[in-house]
């Protein structure tokens, strides 16, 4: 079965065919970073109409890449939510037009599943039951994964998900947008020793976890060091951002460690933008030799919002696919919802 999986939910137009005897056969992808980088965020209306212009020529493309046709498609998977309302409804509109015109079903899938699922296009792939670290711009949370939409939500961010205090305390650095990705580099340079930032909710003796009181502590660090020195130099920038990276790796480790023993589990799975930071993926390496459990993540490519993790979640679901035409979009959209397959 070949399926077209559309993702626009929020600043990336992905576009991938999967087939569900020789996996994934191509994905394209557009970022709309550089476009709303003049405005230090995602505008939405801007988002939605980049969506417009993309969604097109990136099918065609995926297609030539497989060489493939649309008449070769036996089904259409779109996120259906969560996100951007406008954005959304550009992939569920095209999805179901061209589901339509085929006389072919639509799939909507849930984003955070396509997130959750997206290591099982990896090699090697894990196998259920496993932990996941779903860890991202708007989402981190930790779960129980004991098959297609069998999720149990163990632990989350009660305020600002991982990558949001990422690229916020990005900003407060004076970094260009999107200044997550560059706030690591930067860190990479920078001296584990000079600073200590607080690990919040380390030991709350629960999973839940709270990254908005770092911009705080961040903020005041730069403050002191902007009174001791005036204008921070560049080795005290990526000095900070080294202690508020090791900062937030460490709680998303030690969580993911405590949520492992919790549930009785010996697979650990990274999904989401963040689980492509570098730091991140070698504590965790470390710490899975250290206390012998296994940890997936899925390929770099794979670790933003992409076509490929709809493509696949779509397939997965086939059972629950819809006949094209009464399409709605859910821009809040709970998991526990999803019945398992």
Known sequence: MLVLGIESSCDETG???????????????????????EYGGVVPELASRDHIRRAIPLTEACLAEAGKTLADLDAVAYTQ?????????????MANALAFGLNIPVIP?????????SPLLADPKPEFPFLALLVSG??????????VGDYEILGETVDDAAG???DKTAKLLGLPYPGGPLLSKLAESGSPDRFTL???????GNLDMSFSGLKTAVLTLVRQQESAQGELDEQTRMDICRAFQEAIVEVLVRKSLAAMKQAGMKRLVVAGGVGANKQLRAALDEAAVRKRFEVFYPPLALCTDNGAMIAFAGAMRVKFAEPAGGFTIKPRWDLSSLPAV
């Open 15 to 37: 576009v991938a065919l999967y087939d569900t005897q020789q996996g994934l056969l191509a994905h394209q992808l557009h970022t709309q970073m550089a476009m709303h980088a």
């Open 81 to 93: 939510g969560p996100g951007l309302g406008g954005a959304l409804m550009v992939g569920a509109s």
């Open 109 to 117: 899938v849930h984003h955070l599943e396509g997130h959750l699922l």
């Open 138 to 147: 708007g989402h981190t949370q930790l779960m129980a994964v004991r098959g």
């Open 164 to 166: 949001e205090a990422f």
């Open 198 to 204: 607080p690990r919040p909710m380390l030991h709350s």
